[in-house]
């Protein structure tokens, strides 16, 4: 049976200046979504790895071919802000979605044993843990620090503000990733990421003109003195910027609704209607009437794959509940499009 579905709600971006530690990352998120409730939002989201941190400008002791003990006790540090995924944590995210009765789609750094994920968790407005995703390929020297996720976290979640979903920072530039979350029906798309570079505009502007989605991006606004510690370009003086946002919302025309904001940390908000997603999929719908799936097919591997699996039992997911636009289980791959 169909989810009965709001048509018409504001949603939010929260672009923040980074957050010292991991409790105060919770407290400026729970003051960010009561202003966000304030102003009449349905569903807020948070930067890439919010709680916990982005690392920027961080080496932790790194060159090819050696590690150095500062550097391990640096990621030693690091490793303590992350957190669990359920753990508490997320109870106390929970509370907050709840208490204002928002949906919650927030950046973190995961702990899993001994490796860190960047990951996306998503709440209900009842303060539910949906599931979350975990970032499939960090790029660059993200990878020195980061775990790869899995095709076993990459939900799409029927709510009734529609069916959001998350794909973080430079994985919107891995098409059959984005292919994968329109055939599941995405109609919020949440793209938190760390790129604030005049490239990113156009490029939430396409991933909403060829999905027909919503898509709501969030930057951190940083200056230098956020990241003490770590020294900035030579030759600058004072505290320069360092992430300078970008945050922006846009709609299934690729017409920006709100942002990009450059100027410092903000609460940027939009009021969407659904139903300009079917009117802009009259003319194009990628995984539909304009896919070709005769000539173009995409299998995607949604199989957990842990590196140890105990007696006979099938191995624990770590995203969410099966696809609610496909209704089989989350260890079959999908079937071609």
């Known amino acids: 049976m169909a989810m009965n579905r709001e048509k018409r709600f504001r949603v939010a971006v929260a672009q923040l200046r980074p957050a010292p530690a991991t409790q105060d990352a ?8 009561e202003q966000a409730r304030g102003q009449g939002a349905r569903l807020v989201l948070f930067p890439e790895a919010y709680v916990g941190g982005y690392p920027r400008g961080s080496a932790f002791g790194t060159l090819v071919g050696q590690r150095s003990d500062e550097g391990r006790e640096e990621f030693r540090r690091y490793w ?3 957190i669990e995924v359920p753990g508490p944590e997320c109870e106390q995210l929970g509370r907050v979605a709840r208490r204002h009765g928002l949906q919650l789609v927030v950046g973190v750094i995961e702990r899993d044993v001994g490796t860190l994920y960047c990951t996306v968790v998503f709440f209900s407005a009842e303060g539910e843990l949906m599931g979350k995703h975990r970032k499939l390929m960090p790029t660059g020297a993200e990878r020195l620090i980061w775990g790869f996720g ?11 503000l529609g069916k959001v979903g998350a794909v973080i920072c430079w994985e919107n530039y891995m098409p059959l990733m984005r292919m994968a979350h329109y055939a599941k029906g995405i109609e919020i798309y949440c793209a938190p990421t760390a790129d604030g570079r005049d490239t990113w505009l156009p490029t939430m502007r396409h991933v909403a003109l060829e999905g027909r989605c919503f898509v709501l991006s969030c ?5 230098q003195s956020d990241y003490p510690g770590i020294h900035g370009p030579e030759g600058r003086e004072g505290d320069p910027v360092v992430s300078r946002g970008g945050s922006c919302i846009i709609d299934p025309a690729g017409q920006v609704l709100a942002g990009p ?3 410092g940390e903000a609460l940027l908000t939009a009021e969407i209607d659904l139903d300009a997603i079917p009117r802009a ?15 173009f097919s995409l299998l995607v591997n ?5 590196a140890v699996v105990f007696g006979q039992g099938r191995p624990m997911h770590h995203g969410a509940v099966p696809s609610p636009s496909r209704g089989t289980d989350m260890d ?6």
């Open 261 to 263: 904001e450059f100027g």
């Open 219 to 223: 930057n951190q606004f940083a200056r």
């Open 150 to 160: 899995n095709g076993s976290t990459m939900p799409v979640f029927d709510t009734p």
């Open 332 to 337: 079959e791959p999908m079937s071609p499009h």
């Open 281 to 295: 999929k009259y003319d194009f719908d990628a995984v539909g009437h304009y896919a070709r799936p005769d000539v």
């Open 80 to 82: 303590d802000q992350a």
């Open 26 to 33: 919770i407290d400026m998120i729970a003051h960010t979504a």
């Open 302 to 306: 949604e199989a957990d794959t842990p």
